[in-house]
């Protein structure tokens, strides 16, 4: 397992979280790095993504405003900072690294264990 997510939590709507997202990859900084989320009986969909620089980011509309992804290639970590959480942000969120920052998750190629975030109403 090279990639490592940290900071899932229960939070009441509202609230803020933070993610992180730690790896093993010794070339961190040539991946572009994508967030995923996962709810029972849903498909997984891309939540927001980075480009190896950092630069250059990409995230689905229903989070645009709300989430913030970010990297420090110098730690191998990425994050994302969540705020205004919903209800419906709940689910398993996975970080994942590969040759892209966009929504296709087959252009992924490591995937971490996932970190659960419940969002109460």
């Known amino acids: 397992v090279y990639v490592f997510e940290h900071g899932g939590g229960s939070v009441q709507a509202g609230d803020s979280l933070k993610l992180s997202c730690s790896t093993e990859?010794?070339?961190?900084?040539?991946?572009?790095l994508g967030w995923f989320r996962q709810a029972p009986g849903r498909e997984r969909e891309f939540v927001a993504g980075?480009?190896?620089?950092?630069?250059?980011?990409n995230y689905v509309t229903a989070v645009k405003g709300r989430f913030t992804v970010s990297r420090n290639n110098a730690l191998r970590t990425a994050y994302l900072e969540m705020k205004n959480l919903k209800h419906e942000d709940t689910a398993t969120y996975y970080c994942?690294?590969?040759?892209?920052?966009?929504?296709?998750?087959?252009?992924?190629?490591?995937w971490g264990q996932g970190t659960q975030v419940t969002v109460s109403s």
């Open positions: 994942a690294a590969g040759l892209t920052y966009g929504p296709d998750s087959r252009m992924y190629n490591y």
């Open positions: 990859l010794m070339t961190f900084s040539t991946y572009g």
């Open positions: 980075i480009n190896e620089r950092g630069d250059q980011t």
